[in-house]
């Protein structure tokens, strides 16, 4: 399909391209190619190893593709680490999100970025300003939490995925990538963490959502992408589909929409 | 609202008991030691004992703690020790420069420290147990291969002073004086704390320990910090060699035989999690103190070293177990305060915390 390209002249934000990936004789991703737009949320979808997770991984810096190159403005560039895709502004939230239970929110959102004075070669931690900038932070957002020097083990699901949102755009980020954030989460907390998602939008970063749910792409997404079994399988903005189409693409099937609308395994 | 002060005073206490709890059963050991022994127990000589006594399992276990810490254990400081003594003692009989000899025993910890961690990091072996447990053995038959499984008596003045001297305070009685190596001891902890406190590195072992995965993807090496505690631990055991040599005037190759285990038992009474990523200083100093006290209060009251080792054994028990309650109370407000899924509960109450890794 060449659905993959629809830009007017402006590069895109973040753009992969003929990206793969093999792990041992296993192949994850077959040239596989991305676009992500200015204040776009892209929703990304796909069956279980379908790949969506290691495209993700590759493009955050965690996983080096075997082929293929990213481009972020316009310019290629190679991420080694996650360190240097955060110097890009691009930033992950984990499926387990990745937050120390033991220390508390705001050590959590300055986790490895600590502000503070250097002596002696020793970065000194300015726990004071630390708290006040995720206060001022979690503000922004409009995030509730009783206090930021509450641990994160204390926190209920939802709380915390706020707190790795918090994380992620804490260092003026222009893609925070996001996987599967609403799969673990009480009901009514779903909700509080796709309005987050559309707050961020608003705050002009890039989205990037995988998700199981369609409910959530459907409500925050205004492009979505499927992958099958590491390929590009299809994509459309997401006032051209409709669900019972994607459920289609997730199954790796295009057309007969309807017939596979049904919980029907293949 | 008017309920909200009430909560925050409650989560307070909680915090209070939780971080200063550990410290008051050593205040109501020392009273009830106090009340037993009026005219031994607060005397300056018996105080000054009980610190030249302690000093070499605190420096030990504040190594050890770190380690712990990050969720790992280090089985060779005991070994370390007796190595690191040995060469100080080889190397002062030499007639090497004292300037030199009081360097080699930090320097020996740091050099197996570094072999522990690399070991750890670079071989991949499953856990540190492992290693340790093999440089345990390693380090103990080098130590006895130097030194022919002789001990050397008779160290020069200076290689002594920071095990032996004291400065006398004539405030305190005829007896009195602090020794020397109670100021090492009080450095040593402080600058942990600090350490621990605010310098980001200290927290990165913090973070390491509650959840490596978190620490990787925020950027943090994690085999860079787990390096760096094997090689603190060793330091912190080569300086206590040096101490003990200084105490006893030797080197003797069967040092610090199970010495490991006394600094893991007072790391755990003292509050620290055997999953890591949980723990104070001060937790450890009380537990060095517990058991420092509970050795020499049974040595006061004239019951046998046996009753000794059978009660320290029921301490870490009792330790870890008002642990596990304390946190089973925790998990139990939180699940009815959130509905939260089954699944990480279970975890937590196991006390493993979120350390799951992305597939």
Known sequence: MNETTATDGTPPLLEARGISKYFGAITALDRVAFHLERGEVLGVVGDNGAGKSTLMKILSGLFQPSAGEIVFQGTPVRFASPRDAHRVGIEMVYQDLALAGNMSIFENIYLGREPGRRMLGLNFVDHARSRQMAAEHLERLHIHVKSVDQNVEDLSGGQRQAVAIARATAFDARVVIKDEPTAALAIKEVGKVLDLIKSLKEHGVSVILISHRLDDVFYVCDRVMALFRGANFAEASLKDTTRNEVIGWIMGAKGHTTALAHDRVQ | ?359
């Open chain 2, 1 to 359: 609202m008017a309920a909200e002060p009430k909560v925050a005073a409650r989560v307070n206490i909680g915090r209070i008991a939780e971080r200063y709890g550990i410290f008051f059963v050593v205040i109501v050991m020392m009273v009830f030691l106090t009340i037993m022994q009026p005219e031994y127990f607060l005397s300056v000589q018996n105080l000054t004992n009980v610190l030249k006594q302690i000093a070499m399992n605190s420096l030990l276990a504040i190594g050890m703690f770190l380690v712990i810490l990050t969720a790992g254990i280090d089985l060779s400081v005991g070994s370390i020790l007796a190595l690191a003594m040995m060469a100080v003692a080889m190397a002062d009989k030499a007639g090497w420069p004292w300037e030199i000899v009081i360097l080699i025993g930090p320097a020996v910890g740091i050099a197996v420290g570094a072999l522990n961690g690399y070991g750890l990091t670079l071989l991949r072996l499953p856990h540190p147990f492992i290693m340790t447990l093999g440089t345990l053995n390693a380090i103990r038959g080098l130590t006895n291969l130097i030194s022919d499984g002789r001990p050397i008596s008779g160290l020069s003045a200076p290689v002594r002073f920071l095990g032996s001297a004291q400065i006398p305070v004539p405030s305190l009685g005829p007896f009195g004086a602090i020794p020397i190596s109670g100021f090492v001891l009080l450095v040593c902890y402080g600058g942990v704390a600090l350490f621990l406190r605010k310098v980001s590195v200290g927290r990165h072992i913090y973070a390491v320990g509650g959840n490596p995965q978190a620490a990787r993807v925020s950027g943090i090496n994690v085999d860079r910090i787990l390096l760096l505690v094997y090689v603190l631990s060793g330091f912190f055991s080569g300086l206590s060699a040096l101490l003990l040599a200084g105490r006893t005037d030797s080197g003797f190759p069967n040092a610090g035989i199970g010495a490991e285990l006394d600094a893991i038992a007072a790391v755990i009474i003292g509050g620290a999690s055997f999953f890591g990523g949980r723990g104070t200083v001060l937790g450890v100093f009380s537990g060095v103190l517990i058991m420092g006290l509970l050795r020499n209060g049974l040595n006061l009251m004239n019951v046998s070293v046996f009753w000794q080792q059978f009660l320290i054994g029921i301490i870490i028990i009792l330790a870890v177990y008002v642990d596990v309650l304390r946190r089973r109370a925790a998990v139990r407000t939180e699940e009815l305060t959130h509905a939260r899924p089954g699944q990480n509960l279970l975890r937590r109450a196991r006390g493993l915390g979120s350390r799951s890794t992305t597939t």
